[in-house]
């Protein structure tokens, strides 16, 4: 296919990511439209994960809404583009905006944030696998705006930030993104955990219960709401949480009530107030400083 035919390619496969989100889905929609998704994902032939997994080396078969293996071996992919074009759109990223996203990846959803920013904008793009990490510095190389380093997210940023998008499942988030989100910032991470029960394999690695969490720093405190259910990779590390913590974030879904959550605390809350309580992560239901 010729470079203007897959970019008509591309620009149908946007507009039917975005149709459905509303007024403002346009730079979303024109973010999507511009970053070529084949360029992320390393060299073809590519493994699509769809009713009949099979192999590609078609570009034009990127430009739906399938997950396209990354790294078979530790289960990752490439990630929805629609449940990514939802997000983003809640996200709100607006040019000039400094970006932390979390779990890069290959880069894919890193473009599309440098995009969002504009060239006045920062993205700080941090990937713990090391081999993911390099390929996105390379994918990326050309977007001055762009940073990427090789680490835990849960260390990042140093500086303040606008936005922080986080690509797999928490437990809890990280102090520093709490401490470094600037006021009317916005965070947006799955919280979720895999289930109990689960003895290994990717049952262990994914998310049985979780969904879309967005914080927004108020001056009165953290405002925080649930969105959508999802299912993600879960993290490791710091952001995984404890035995305790985990059990009652399970608990917590199980239960239900996560509609009524209103803000996000550091500190325990009173049972009857709260969705989830623990001594360093709380989810309330009543608004920040209420």
Same mark, same amino acid.
């Given at each position: 296919?010729?470079?203007?035919?897959?970019?008509?390619?591309?620009?149908? +496969?946007?507009?039917?990511?975005?149709?459905?989100?509303?007024?403002?889905?346009?730079?979303?929609?024109?973010?999507?439209?511009?970053?070529?998704?084949?360029?992320?994902?390393?060299?073809?032939?590519?493994?699509?994960?769809?009713?009949?997994?099979?192999?590609?080396?078609?570009?034009?078969?990127? +430009?739906?809404?399938?997950?396209?293996?990354?790294? /078979?071996?530790?289960?990752?992919?490439?990630?929805?583009? /629609?449940?990514?074009?939802?997000?983003?759109?809640?996200? *709100?990223?607006?040019?000039?905006?400094?970006?932390?996203?979390?779990?890069?990846?290959?880069?894919? +959803?890193? /473009?599309?944030?440098?995009?969002?920013? %504009?060239?006045?904008?920062?993205?700080?793009?941090?990937?713990?696998?090391?081999?993911?990490?390099?390929?996105? @510095?390379?994918?990326?190389? %050309?977007?001055?705006?762009?940073?990427?380093?090789? %680490?835990?997210?849960?260390?990042?940023?140093?500086?303040?930030?606008?936005?922080? +998008?986080?690509?797999?499942?928490?437990?809890?988030?990280?102090? @520093?993104?709490?401490?470094?989100?600037?006021?009317?910032?916005?965070?947006?991470?799955?919280?979720?955990?895999?289930?109990? !029960?689960?003895?290994?394999?990717?049952?262990?690695?994914?998310?049985?219960? *979780?969904?879309?969490?967005?914080?927004?720093?108020?001056?009165?405190?953290?405002? *925080? !709401?649930?969105?959508?259910?999802?299912?993600?990779?879960?993290?490791?590390?710091?952001?995984?949480?404890?035995? *305790?913590?985990? !059990?009652?974030?399970?608990?917590?879904?199980?239960?239900? %009530?996560?509609?009524?959550?209103?803000?996000?605390?550091?500190?325990?809350?009173?049972?009857?107030? @709260?969705?989830?309580?623990?001594?360093?992560?709380?989810?309330?239901?009543?608004?920040?400083?209420?």
């Amino acid at each position: 296919m010729s470079r203007a035919g897959l970019a008509a390619v591309r620009r149908r +496969y946007a507009d039917v990511l975005t149709a459905r989100l509303g007024s403002g889905a346009a730079p979303v929609r024109d973010a999507f439209a511009r970053v070529p998704r084949e360029k992320f994902l390393g060299p073809p032939p590519w493994r699509l994960l769809s009713a009949f997994p099979h192999d590609t080396d078609d570009p034009a078969q990127l +430009y739906a809404d399938l997950l396209v293996v990354l790294a /078979a071996d530790k289960r990752i992919n490439n990630g929805s583009p /629609a449940l990514h074009a939802h997000m983003l759109h809640r996200l *709100a990223v607006v040019p000039g905006d400094h970006v932390l996203h979390v779990g890069a990846g290959g880069g894919y +959803y890193t /473009a599309i944030l440098a995009e969002l920013a %504009g060239p006045a904008g920062r993205v700080t793009a941090v990937e713990f696998d090391p081999a993911l990490a390099a390929a996105a @510095a390379a994918h990326l190389r %050309g977007r001055p705006q762009v940073r990427v380093v090789q %680490g835990d997210g849960a260390d990042f940023p140093p500086e303040e930030v606008q936005r922080i +998008y986080v690509n797999f499942a928490l437990a809890r988030p990280a102090e @520093a993104w709490l401490d470094r989100l600037a006021a009317g910032g916005r965070l947006l991470f799955p919280l979720g955990v895999p289930d109990p !029960a689960a003895q290994g394999g990717e049952a262990a690695r994914s998310t049985g219960r *979780a969904a879309i969490l967005e914080v927004t720093r108020t001056p009165a405190g953290f405002a *925080a !709401a649930f969105d959508v259910p999802v299912a993600f990779i879960f993290a490791e590390g710091r952001t995984a949480g404890d035995p *305790a913590l985990r !059990a009652a974030v399970w608990e917590a879904f199980g239960r239900g %009530g996560q509609e009524r959550v209103r803000s996000l605390h550091r500190r325990p809350l009173p049972p009857a107030r @709260a969705w989830l309580s623990s001594p360093g992560f709380s989810l309330g239901f009543d608004p920040p400083g209420g």
